[in-house]
């Protein structure tokens, strides 16, 4: 089992920044790809970026993409999301997630979830 803890999250005006923390312990022996999800309100869960703790593999969304810059940090089991020039339609409940499959971007291939952190982008 995988635990893993997002921070980070909060309240932001249209063009500011904010970067995620997702910080992961027990098992993580076998964890080969970590992800960035987001969950807006009445909407489905949905991939926002995805990065290989070798590193070798960083994909996102087309939606954040050179907005948002998913990095790790391998001596601290931690992985961060950079997002800049933030939108009102970036509000949503961000989670971390780890996959043990390599370069995993769909959400069945991840198998623990964080809690979720909460950023909301004001106009």
């Known amino acids: 089992q995988v635990q893993l803890v997002e921070s980070g999250g909060g309240l932001v005006q249209a063009g500011g920044s904010l970067r995620l923390s997702c910080a992961a312990s027990g098992r993580t022996f076998n964890s080969a790809t970590m992800g960035w999800f987001r969950q807006a309100p009445g909407k489905e869960r949905e991939f926002v970026a995805a990065i290989t703790w070798s590193g070798g593999f960083r994909y996102y969304a087309d939606s954040v993409k050179g907005r948002f810059t998913i990095s790790r940090d391998n001596a601290k089991n931690t992985v961060y999301l950079q997002m800049n020039s933030l939108k009102p339609e970036d509000t949503a409940v961000y989670y971390c997630?780890?996959?043990?499959?390599?370069?995993?971007?769909?959400?069945?291939?991840?198998?623990?979830w964080g809690q979720g952190t909460q950023v909301t982008v004001s106009s």
């Open positions: 997630a780890d996959s043990t499959v390599v370069a995993a971007t769909v959400i069945p291939k991840f198998r623990s």
